[in-house]
């Protein structure tokens, strides 16, 4: 079981470009989340995902969009990207939604905007 | 006031040392608590549920207090490897996704 996988692992992006952060689980989990860590600040909930076919927003979704793309597999998109963007992403999975104890979270994905 | 406050630390401790940490959150209604753990440029792990019992798990005891609104995590004998950030995980309304995750506390035990 390699749990929660993210891609890409690192990224420096300019201003105004996209990309997609790829996060696929293997534990048959069936909610998903979208997590942004900043210095200073506690992990904040971006988007998630409460089971296949729904997504809704958390606390910070401005700027990002989200695709569940089938149980396995939770992206993220920034479309247009800005430097108050530059963060730590973690994507994370569980059982069902709302049993944190459940949780497990991928490894990150390190993101420089400049 | 934050919806969870944690003391950034660091907590600086030898090893066999007894550490505790506190956690205030402002919801008196909150419903769930954890404690989860961060290794320095790592995911954070659950390291334990906090229950209004009390939870104990080895040299690691978490307790909640309910009427002064905060809750505790109480680690004794303190290893090298217990070195991380310790992160208070509350969730103000059950049945929501609303999980508030504090900032963390670091803690560094020294030889």
């Known amino acids: 079981n390699a749990g929660v996988t993210q891609t890409p692992k690192f990224q420096v992006l300019k201003t105004g470009q996209s990309m997609t952060l790829q996060c696929a689980q293997d534990m048959n989990h069936n909610s998903m989340y979208w997590y942004r860590q900043d210095p200073g600040m506690g992990l904040r909930l971006i988007y998630y995902s409460a089971s296949e076919g729904t997504t809704d927003k958390g606390e910070v979704p401005n700027g990002y969009n989200v695709s569940r793309l089938n149980k396995r597999e939770f992206s993220l998109r920034l479309e247009s990207a800005a430097p108050s963007q530059t963060s730590v992403y973690f994507c994370?999975?569980?059982?069902?939604?709302?049993?944190?104890?459940?949780?497990?979270f991928g490894p990150g994905t390190r993101l420089l905007v400049l | 006031r934050k919806e969870v406050e944690q003391d950034p630390g660091p907590f600086n401790v030898p090893e066999g040392a007894t550490v505790a940490f506190n956690c205030t959150y402002s919801?008196?209604?909150?419903?769930?608590f954890f404690w989860y753990r961060q290794d320095c440029r790592k995911e954070p792990k659950l390291l334990m549920s906090v229950y209004s019992s009390g939870n104990e798990d080895g040299r690691f005891t978490a307790q909640l207090n309910r009427a002064s609104q905060y809750i505790s995590l109480l680690i004794r004998d303190s290893k090298l490897s217990d070195s991380a950030t310790y992160l208070c995980v509350v969730n103000p309304t059950s049945g929501t996704y609303k999980y508030i995750f504090g900032t963390g506390t670091r803690l560094k035990v020294l030889a």
């Open positions: 919801n008196s209604a909150s419903q769930s």
């Open positions: 994370a999975s569980s059982e069902a939604w709302g049993k944190p104890e459940t949780q497990y």
